[in-house]
């Protein structure tokens, strides 16, 4: 018997539907948690009714509100923790450069995760859509908008160094007081870094 499930245990075949299954598991529990749920795990959004695009940032997200699982995703820390012209902040950016460059956006797949600084570690107030401006007009004829939010345009050069690009702030764990998609947000800070 102790032969048959080390055997079992040791099965290529075994080991990867067991990992799908988890997989599936962690999954469902994600898709079947209440917005009430995931908002009393991970506290700071106070809209009753989120917009569509927050919902869809917050279940495509959640599993890097713990920040240590962005590097195996693709994204990396950048620009340092990036405080407001005259209020407000935006936090620390994480962001996957083969996103950046792919010339597409996907509510699914944010480009940069945004992260506040606190004494107790990271925490995920964010996403940040990015689209390269010359990438995305070799395919399209209008600026990109997901879910009927329409994406910024800043233009080269700008304070980050980089290419014209289309920007959109999503701040699906963080409440903004002057709305989800405004760049700057009063409740965010760069103090505790």
């Not at 990109?144 to 329409?150: C, F, I």
Request: charged share 15%.
């Amino acid at each position: 018997m102790t032969r048959k499930i080390k055997t079992l245990i040791c099965d290529p075949a075994v080991h990867r539907l067991g990992l799908a299954l988890a997989a599936g598991l962690a999954a469902s529990v994600a898709l079947f948690a209440s917005p009430d749920d995931v908002m009393n795990m991970h506290a700071g959004h106070n809209t009753k009714v989120p917009a569509k695009l927050v919902e869809l940032v917050r279940l495509a997200t959640w599993p890097f509100i713990d920040v240590n699982a962005t590097a195996g995703a693709g994204y990396m820390p950048a620009f340092g923790c990036v405080t407001g012209p005259d209020h407000g902040a935006m936090g620390i950016h994480y962001i996957n450069g083969e996103l950046v460059g792919d010339g597409e956006v996907d509510a699914s797949r944010p480009e940069a995760l945004i992260y506040e600084p606190s004494r107790n570690g990271l925490r995920l107030v964010g996403v940040e859509f990015i689209v390269d401006a010359a990438a995305w007009m070799k395919n399209h004829t209008s600026p990109p908008m997901l879910e009927g939010q329409a994406f910024q345009f800043v233009n080269s050069p700008n304070r980050y160094g980089i290419p014209a690009f289309f920007e959109l702030h999503v701040w699906a764990w963080r409440d903004n007081p002057n709305g989800a998609f405004v760049d700057w947000n009063n409740n965010v800070s760069c103090e505790g870094q």
